[in-house]
């Protein structure tokens, strides 16, 4: 099994690039035929994490879309703060409009219920998520997570997007600390 070292830690060869790239262009599938709206969805990316997951679902998506990227206050270390900002870089006007947040990883769902909480002062039609990763034994929330690409148990995973202390980001397939 291939191994990898970030920083202090070890991790190994978790989902394989050619597994999420099918799992992903399932998803896309998913996603296209369930939006139902009159006008283009707003697809939000939440940075810095989501990149790659959502450079990849949306060139699977044939639909006219606004994409908007929003920032939100890092993750640090191998477990949740707790603690997180306010939403910055939000530019379209998503009144009336059909929202599909793309997130890398539903963790707690902390983050998640937060940037629900902002974007519905905007009043959108409706809000969806897409998530690649979901840790739903972490998960302290109620509200839905519509499209989740693996659930996975509360390990922590670096790679496609994911980093450890800044590291393993721009890794092709997902690790998980060993
Ligand atoms: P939550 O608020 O607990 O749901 O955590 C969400 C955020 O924590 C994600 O957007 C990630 O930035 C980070 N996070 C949670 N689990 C992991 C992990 O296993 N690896 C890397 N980052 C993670």
């Known amino acids: 099994m291939k191994s990898i070292e ?3 830690k070890s991790f190994e060869l978790y989902i394989d690039k050619n ?8 998803l896309a ?7 139902k709206s009159d006008k283009p969805p707003v697809f939000i990316v939440v940075l810095n994490g989501a990149f790659m997951f959502a450079a ?21 270390g191998t477990s949740s703060s707790g603690k997180v900002k306010k939403i910055i870089g939000l530019n379209e006007d998503i ?9 890398d990883i539903v963790d707690t ?3 998640m219920e937060m940037v ?10 409706k809000i969806y998520i897409a998530t690649l990763l979901y840790k739903p034994a972490a998960f302290t929330k109620n509200f839905a997570v519509h499209f989740v690409g693996f659930e996975i148990p509360t390990d922590f995973v670096v790679g496609y997007g994911l980093d450890y202390n800044g590291f393993g980001r721009n890794l092709p397939d997902i690790y998980v600390l060993k």
């Open 6 to 8: 970030l920083h202090d």
């Open 116 to 125: 629900l909480k902002e974007l519905s002062v905007f009043c959108p039609e």
């Open 19 to 26: 597994k999420i790239a099918g799992r992903v262009k399932e």
């Open 95 to 103: 009144e009336g409009r059909t929202v599909v947040i793309i997130e």
């Open 56 to 76: 990849d679902l949306l060139k699977q998506m044939d639909i006219n879309a606004d994409i908007s990227f929003v920032k939100l206050a890092s993750y640090s």
């Open 29 to 35: 599938t998913q996603i296209t035929n369930s939006i």
């Open 109 to 111: 769902g902390i983050t």
